[in-house]
């Protein structure tokens, strides 16, 4: 686990980074940042839609029509109930 | 290719920094990618196959935690697309607004 994070430090001399070089990995980490929340998102909305969906005994290594269908909805639904708590606490907000 | 730190340092780390700090922010985003999967499929998947622990896992137990690990994945692709959809379909509509998450 902790392997990778010490061999950043032995074996990379970032000194000799040109300025180019560190504008392109600048860039670079804000795009894989991005992508990690992304899939942060995707583990935790699994991990939600997994209990609501797929309720009964595991028979086979695919989703149902069922369960992909809940699935969908989960998705669809969860971020709609985020966005109603957002818009409800901007309401909020403006009314103090 | 002919650089001649490619035979002083650790390979392509110490010859080309930018492409090892690329490598490494990949293989952790892998890592952490992969922990938090198995960490999940496990939780979920003992949860299915093993309601009473006994002094082994049979091999019933067995067959289901593959399956369920597989139905897993499969309902993480799911909603992979599901959600990559909603975010371009909000983008769409309100450029500039806000991120959800």
Not at chain 2, 70 to 82: D, L
């Amino acid at each position: 686990m902790d392997s990778p994070t010490s061999s950043l430090e032995q074996n990379i001399d970032l000194s000799k980074l040109s300025e180019n070089d560190k504008k392109e990995l600048q860039q670079f980490i804000v795009n894989e940042s991005q992508k990690a929340r992304i899939q942060q998102s995707v583990h935790s909305l699994t991990d939600i839609c997994w209990k609501k969906c797929v309720t009964g005994t595991i028979r086979s290594g695919k989703l149902d029509r069922n369960e992909e269908t809940c699935a969908q909805n989960c998705v669809d639904r969860f971020l709609d109930a985020n966005m109603t708590v957002i818009r409800h606490l901007d309401n909020m907000r403006n009314q103090s | 290719m002919d650089n001649i730190s490619n035979g002083l340092g650790f390979g392509a780390s110490s010859s080309d920094p930018k492409a090892a700090v690329m490598n490494q922010i990949r293989q952790e985003a892998a890592m952490t990618n992969a922990r938090q999967l198995i960490e999940k499929v496990n939780e979920h998947c003992f949860e299915k196959c093993v309601p009473k622990p006994g002094s082994s896992l049979s091999s019933g137990e067995t067959t289901c935690f593959t399956q369920c690990m597989e139905k897993y994945m499969a309902a993480w692709n799911t909603v992979s697309r599901q959600y990559i959809n909603r975010i371009q379909q909000e983008q769409g509509r309100s450029a500039g607004g806000g991120g959800l998450f």
